[in-house]
T-cell receptor, first 113, second 111 residues
Framework: DSGVTQTPKHLITATGQRVTLRCSPR?????VYWYQQSLDQGLQFLIQ???????AKGNILERFSAQQFPDLHSELNLSSLELGDSALYFC????????????FGQGTRLTVV | GEDVEQSLFLSVREGDSSVINCTYT??????LYWYKQEPGAGLQLLTY?????DMKQDQRLTVLLNKKDKHLSLRIADTQTGDSAIYFC???????????FGQGTTLQVKP
């Protein structure tokens, strides 16, 4: 158990809908990272937050947004969902801004039908 | 730019050594990591190395870093069937603050 908690574990929704994925980092970790893992794209970095502020941005679509709350948990919002958004979404956390070990949650498997 | 590349597949026999290779392009990468992903599971951090190190050993795992060639390798000694998984190389860029992963190498261990 990495100490990073993601909910829900599985999510099935229809195209055009909006979902929210939640991540609770390890106790004491200030950074949260979001990744999308699909079969054809591998593990893609989406975005990172550090202590409530956006720290780094990757290949995150405009339809997607994220935030980190004062209690350090983070949410990834995915809207106007398309079939191609079906993937595993991972959250990771680390103590610092980066460069320290990042520990991953078990992921949320999103299926868009 | 930031890019991390790995070969996609490696097959070895149980008891042999496995060597998984990775190349990266970002010269500002300060930390380099190896993660393991078993089927249906999340990513487990195996080990990491700072960019000012050449080698790090941790039990059956040996990480070698050639900073000049931007080449990283993970050697698993006495590979076991339980080592079968996907292994990801990742680099943290001090410039961009991004943690970028390779495509992953599927390690198949035959009994």
């Amino acid at each position: 158990d990495s100490g990073v908690t993601q909910t829900p574990k599985h999510l099935i929704t229809a195209t055009g809908q909006r979902v929210t994925l939640r991540c609770s980092p390890r106790s004491g970790d200030l950074s949260v990272y979001w990744y999308q893992q699909s079969l054809d794209q591998g593990l893609q970095f989406l975005i990172q937050y550090y202590n409530g502020e956006e720290r780094a941005k990757g290949n995150i679509l405009e339809r997607f947004s994220a935030q980190q709350f004062p209690d350090l948990h983070s949410e990834l919002n995915l809207s106007s969902l398309e079939l191609g958004d079906s993937a595993l979404y991972f959250c990771a956390s680390s103590v610092g801004r980066g460069g320290t070990e990042a520990f991953f949650g078990q992921g949320t498997r999103l299926t868009v039908v | 730019g930031e890019d991390v590349e790995q070969s996609l597949f490696l097959s070895v026999r149980e008891g042999d050594s496995s060597v998984i290779n990775c190349t990266y392009t970002d010269s500002s990468s300060t930390y380099l990591y190896w993660y393991k992903q078993e089927p249906g599971a999340g990513l487990q951090l195996l080990t990491y190395i700072f960019s000012n190190m050449d080698m790090k050993q941790d039990q059956r795992l040996t990480v070698l870093l050639n900073k000049k060639d931007k080449h990283l390798s993970l050697r698993i000694a006495d590979t076991q069937t339980g080592d079968s998984a996907i292994y990801f190389c990742a680099g943290f860029s001090g410039n961009t603050g991004k943690l970028i992963f390779g495509q992953g190498t599927t390690l198949q261990v035959k009994p």
